[in-house]
């Protein structure tokens, strides 16, 4: 009974495909994040949703586009994918930034 | 925004003995600092927090102390096992906030 899903685990695609990343979490979280973790491990914030609300909004290309349609689900779409979008990124949840994350086990994309 | 500087970014011992990861923060509202320990191939996970209302918390083997006047949080690991070999990650955040800041991350390897 995971507590973070996200799917796919492993997405690889050509560079100028559109994809989607799925999270889904079933903790009762209020608020739920996409972080982008690159080779160098560092875990650098994308999005973050507040019940439904979009609340964080960091400089990232607009093609990258976060969906909430309820609090227990943030979606992320990526149009024209870039060799510079590889890596791995992870959704996350939690009840308030002064509460610990449950990270989802993350998504590997691979533009080739 | 918060700044969070962590150090070292690998550290190698031998198995049995300590090891200490060091992180700093530039905010003075900054009341919650979490850790947390990626292996390799998985998810981040929450090992241990502290809040700003104390000055150390223990748990097993592991152990993390703030010093809020200077500014700086430790992570301590006695009797380290190989199997504590990952990346470790420290983070702050404010309760009035919306997001963690992560630092950087450290590399552990324990040798057997």
């Known amino acids: 009974d995971t507590a973070v899903s996200q799917t796919p685990k492993y997405l690889v695609t050509q560079m100028g495909n559109d994809k989607s990343i799925k999270c889904e979490q079933n903790l009762g979280h209020d608020t739920m994040y996409w972080y982008k973790q690159d080779s160098k491990k560092f875990l650098k914030i994308m999005f973050s949703y507040n019940n439904k609300e979009l609340i964080i909004n960091e400089t990232v290309p607009n093609r990258f586009s976060p969906k909430s349609p309820d609090k227990a689900h943030l979606n992320l779409h990526i149009n024209s994918l870039e060799l510079g979008d590889s890596a791995v990124y992870f959704c996350a949840s939690s009840q308030a930034s002064w509460d610990g994350y449950t990270f989802g086990s993350g998504t590997r994309l691979t533009v080739v | 925004g918060e700044n969070v500087e962590q150090h070292p970014s690998t550290l190698s011992v031998q198995e049995g003995d300590s090891a200490v990861i060091k992180c700093t923060y530039s905010d003075s509202a900054s009341n919650y600092f979490p850790w947390y320990k990626q292996e390799l191939g998985k998810r981040p996970q929450l090992i241990i927090d502290?809040?700003?209302?104390?000055g150390e918390k223990k748990d097993q083997r592991i152990a993390v102390t703030l010093n809020k006047t200077a500014k700086h949080f430790s992570l301590h690991i006695t009797e380290t096992q190989p199997e504590d070999s990952a990346v470790y990650f420290c983070?702050?955040?404010?309760?009035?906030?919306?997001?963690?800041?992560f630092g950087t991350g450290t590399s552990l390897t324990v040798i057997p």
């Open positions: 983070a702050a955040s404010i309760n009035t906030g919306n997001q963690f800041y």
């Open positions: 502290i809040r700003s209302n104390v």
